[in-house]
């Protein structure tokens, strides 16, 4: 069972920065795909950006282009998620996923998901 572990969430500005952190289990074709999604109060989960370890393929929402980076340190079975220019419409619960298919897809088609981590952007 892969296990995925979010942290480095927190209260922050608006335009400031945070990175969020999830550390996978494991880094096999069972997680070819990592992403992040967020869930607002009283809203669905939403696509946020998604990668696959080796960095060729990123694809991101609209709302977080140009503002969010999805990274990875291999080594570590490690992917981030850095965010700049954090407004408040961005606050929400952060969500890491991995699915076993090298295919980013921005759907909650994903395999395994982590317990999430708290954003919170005041004005």
């Known amino acids: 069972q892969v296990q995925l572990v979010e942290s480095g969430g927190g209260l922050v500005q608006a335009g400031g920065s945070l990175r969020l952190s999830c550390a996978a289990s494991e880094r096999s074709f069972r997680t070819g795909t990592m992403a992040w999604f967020r869930q607002a109060p009283g809203k669905e989960r939403e696509f946020v950006a998604a990668?696959?370890?080796?960095?060729?393929?990123?694809r991101y929402a609209d709302s977080v282009k140009d503002r969010f980076t999805i990274s990875s340190d291999n080594p570590k079975n490690t992917v981030y998620l850095q965010m700049n220019s954090l407004k408040p419409e961005d606050t929400a619960v952060y969500y890491c996923a991995a699915r076993s298919r090298f295919v980013v897809v921005v759907t909650p088609d994903y395999d395994y998901w982590g317990q999430g981590t708290q954003v919170t952007v005041s004005s």
């Open positions: 990668g696959t370890w080796s960095g060729s393929t990123t």
